[in-house]
């Protein structure tokens, strides 16, 4: 699954820290989304949405492997 | 939307798991000094008792990234645990053969359920600590 989860966090000028902090998660989880490592739960990505003023689908979208894999 | 909470207890607990381990160390060789028994069964009982408080206590940060660790580490640990003690039996105990009509010797659930545990444990802190390299290399 892709996501423009960096590029939102920078357009609204806000730290993985600061984001984790809202959102209730570590910081590590943040990064570990950014870089793909790991897809968050339908709650944690609404709540990213939320504070990034955006919406679930503008940040993350499926990729062809997505269907036919499972992490 | 109401979160539920997954571990029962804080990671407060993780200390009361670190005693039970110390105690089960020293009960092993306060027995041996005193009997010269090697009681795996002794220690791997206490061991039992505090690697469960010790993984199934809450992290200081405990999101949902963390919960998928821990249920990678267990699902990794248990078939792992299951061969390693199956190996145990064979090498170790001299396996009955099944027409013998004797009972199939085996380590004690609590010996089983301890390595099953320490690998557990073992590799949620090894997917931590990738997790910590994986950030900084970003």
Same mark, same amino acid.
């Given at each position: 699954?892709?996501?423009?989860?960096k590029?939102?966090? /920078?357009?609204?000028?806000?730290?993985?820290?600061?984001l /984790?902090?809202?959102?209730?998660?570590?910081?590590?989880?943040?990064?570990?989304?950014?870089?793909g490592?790991?897809v968050?739960s339908?709650l944690? /990505?609404?709540?990213? /949405?939320?504070?990034?003023?955006?919406?679930?689908?503008?940040?993350?979208?499926?990729?062809?492997?997505?269907?036919?894999?499972?992490? | 939307?109401?979160?539920q909470?997954t571990?029962?207890?804080?990671?407060?607990?993780?200390?009361i798991?670190?005693?039970?381990?110390?105690?089960? %160390?020293?009960?092993?060789?306060?027995?041996?000094?005193?009997?010269?028994?090697?009681?795996?069964?002794?220690v791997?009982?206490?061991?039992?008792?505090g690697?469960?408080?010790?993984?199934?206590?809450?992290?200081k940060?405990?999101?949902?990234?963390?919960?998928?660790?821990k249920?990678?580490?267990?699902?990794?640990?248990?078939?792992?645990?299951?061969?390693?003690?199956?190996?145990?039996?064979?090498f170790?105990?001299?396996?009955a =053969?099944?027409?013998?009509g004797?009972?199939?010797?085996?380590?004690?659930a609590?010996v089983?359920?301890s390595i099953?545990? %320490?690998?557990?444990?073992?590799l949620?802190?090894?997917?931590?600590?990738?997790?910590r390299?994986d =950030?900084?290399?970003?």
């Amino acid at each position: 699954m892709k996501n423009l989860l960096k590029l939102e966090r /920078a357009r609204n000028n806000m730290t993985q820290a600061e984001l /984790a902090t809202k959102v209730n998660v570590s910081r590590q989880t943040i990064n570990s989304i950014e870089i793909g490592r790991y897809v968050p739960s339908t709650l944690l /990505a609404f709540k990213i /949405a939320f504070v990034l003023d955006t919406k679930v689908d503008a940040l993350f979208s499926l990729e062809e492997g997505d269907w036919d894999s499972v992490n | 939307m109401k979160e539920q909470r997954t571990f029962w207890y804080s990671s407060r607990f993780k200390i009361i798991g670190i005693l039970f381990i110390l105690w089960g %160390i020293y009960s092993f060789f306060v027995k041996y000094r005193e009997h010269h028994l090697w009681d795996i069964n002794l220690v791997s009982g206490l061991l039992c008792w505090g690697l469960s408080f010790i993984l199934f206590s809450s992290e200081k940060t405990d999101d949902e990234r963390t919960h998928h660790h821990k249920f990678k580490a267990l699902t990794w640990a248990v078939p792992a645990g299951l061969i390693i003690t199956h190996l145990i039996n064979y090498f170790f105990l001299s396996p009955a =053969e099944p027409d013998s009509g004797k009972y199939t010797p085996s380590v004690s659930a609590y010996v089983a359920l301890s390595i099953v545990l %320490i690998i557990a444990l073992g590799l949620f802190y090894y997917l931590q600590y990738q997790d910590r390299i994986d =950030e900084k290399s970003a």
